[in-house]
C-alpha cells in the first residue's frame, strides 16, 4: 500500500519507488524540455503534481526536504532549467534552424539504444520538495553513471570531460548539509561501473585490468580501493550493437 503515486511524463514508461510515492514516466510533447509529473491514487486515477525544466532520467528521495534528481543537459544550454520562457523560445528556434545537420566535435557521440549523444551529460541536481526549487550539484561537464544515497551524503560515479571521454571514471561524494562535493577517489587504474552500498558499507564494483572481465567488489579506504571479491560474471559489455 502507498499514499500516491508520482507520475512523470517523459520519453519512456518506467516505475521507481519513492519514500510514499512510486514514478511512471511517460510522453508527453512539449514545445520546451520538461518532465511532468501527475499524482497516481490507488483507484487508479491521476492528479497533476509538477512540471520540472530537465529532462528527468530519474528522481530519488534524498531527504525531508529534496529529490535528487539526474537529468540529461546539453552544453549549449547547461543551465535550461533557469532559462525564461523567451530564452527557451530563442534556443528551441536555434536548433530547429539546424536541424539538417549536427556537429560531432566529441567522443564518444554516439551511444547504443541511444543515438547521438555529442555534447549531452547526465548531471545531478537537487529539488526542493516545498517550491521546487533547482540546484545542480555537478559540473556541467560531469556525466554521472551510478548514484547511492546514503543519509545526508550522496556518492556516484561521474566522469568529467570536455571532448573525450576516458574509461576511467572517478568516485564522487555530495555532503547535502554542508553543499559540498569532494572527489574522494581519482581513478586513473580502474574500470568503474557502479558504486553501491549493502547495508552501512559502500563497494564499488570495477574490472581490474579490462572493461570486459567479470566483475570485481572493492571497498574505498584513505583514498585507496582493496579488492574484497571477484566474480566471473559482467555487470555491463562495451560491446553490443544497434543491429
Given at each position: 500500500?502507498?499514499?500516491?503515486?508520482?507520475?512523470?511524463?517523459?520519453?519512456?514508461?518506467?516505475?521507481?519507488?519513492?519514500?510514499?510515492?512510486?514514478?511512471?514516466?511517460?510522453?508527453?510533447k512539449?514545445?520546451?524540455?520538461?518532465s511532468?509529473?501527475?499524482?497516481?491514487?490507488e483507484?487508479?486515477?491521476?492528479?497533476d503534481?509538477?512540471?520540472?525544466?530537465?529532462?528527468?532520467?530519474?528522481?530519488?528521495?534524498?531527504?525531508?526536504?529534496?529529490?535528487?534528481?539526474?537529468?540529461?543537459?546539453?552544453?549549449?544550454?547547461?543551465?535550461?532549467?533557469?532559462?525564461?520562457?523567451?530564452?527557451?523560445?530563442?534556443?528551441?528556434?536555434?536548433?530547429k534552424?539546424?536541424?539538417?545537420?549536427?556537429?560531432?566535435?566529441?567522443?564518444?557521440?554516439?551511444?547504443?539504444?541511444?543515438?547521438?549523444?555529442?555534447?549531452?551529460?547526465?548531471?545531478?541536481?537537487?529539488?526542493?520538495?516545498?517550491?521546487?526549487?533547482i540546484?545542480k550539484?555537478?559540473?556541467?561537464?560531469?556525466?554521472v553513471e551510478?548514484?547511492?544515497?546514503?543519509?545526508?551524503?550522496v556518492?556516484?560515479?561521474?566522469?568529467?570531460?570536455?571532448?573525450?571521454?576516458?574509461?576511467?571514471a572517478?568516485?564522487?561524494?555530495?555532503?547535502?548539509?554542508?553543499?559540498?562535493?569532494?572527489?574522494?577517489?581519482?581513478?586513473?587504474?580502474?574500470?568503474?561501473r557502479?558504486?553501491?552500498?549493502?547495508?552501512?558499507?559502500?563497494?564499488?564494483?570495477?574490472?581490474?585490468?579490462?572493461?570486459?572481465e567479470?566483475?570485481?567488489?572493492?571497498?574505498?579506504?584513505?583514498?585507496?580501493?582493496t579488492?574484497?571479491?571477484?566474480?566471473?560474471?559482467?555487470?555491463?559489455?562495451?560491446?553490443?550493437?544497434?543491429?
Amino acid at each position: 500500500s502507498y499514499d500516491t503515486v508520482i507520475v512523470p511524463f517523459q520519453k519512456r514508461v518506467s516505475v521507481t519507488h519513492l519514500k510514499d510515492h512510486m514514478l511512471i514516466r511517460k510522453i508527453e510533447k512539449s514545445d520546451f524540455i520538461q518532465s511532468s509529473f501527475s499524482y497516481l491514487n490507488e483507484d487508479g486515477t491521476t492528479k497533476d503534481a509538477f512540471t520540472l525544466p530537465l529532462a528527468v532520467n530519474s528522481i530519488k528521495d534524498l531527504n525531508d526536504e529534496y529529490y535528487l534528481v539526474e537529468a540529461t543537459i546539453h552544453l549549449e544550454c547547461a543551465n535550461y532549467h533557469q532559462y525564461t520562457d523567451e530564452q527557451k523560445k530563442a534556443y528551441h528556434e536555434h536548433v530547429k534552424d539546424e536541424e539538417d545537420y549536427l556537429v560531432l566535435d566529441e567522443y564518444p557521440f554516439f551511444f547504443n539504444g541511444a543515438g547521438f549523444i555529442n555534447g549531452t551529460r547526465n548531471n545531478l541536481f537537487l529539488v526542493n520538495k516545498k517550491d521546487l526549487t533547482i540546484t545542480k550539484i555537478t559540473n556541467d561537464t560531469m556525466d554521472v553513471e551510478s548514484v547511492e544515497i546514503k543519509d545526508d551524503m550522496v556518492y556516484f560515479v561521474g566522469n568529467d570531460y570536455e571532448s573525450m571521454k576516458t574509461m576511467f571514471a572517478s568516485i564522487y561524494q555530495y555532503d547535502v548539509k554542508q553543499d559540498k562535493l569532494t572527489k574522494i577517489y581519482d581513478n586513473k587504474q580502474y574500470f568503474i561501473r557502479k558504486c553501491i552500498f549493502v547495508k552501512d558499507q559502500l563497494f564499488i564494483v570495477a574490472g581490474i585490468k579490462t572493461c570486459i572481465e567479470g566483475q570485481s567488489f572493492l571497498t574505498l579506504k584513505d583514498g585507496k580501493l582493496t579488492q574484497v571479491l571477484k566474480t566471473p560474471y559482467m555487470l555491463h559489455s562495451s560491446i553490443g550493437s544497434d543491429c
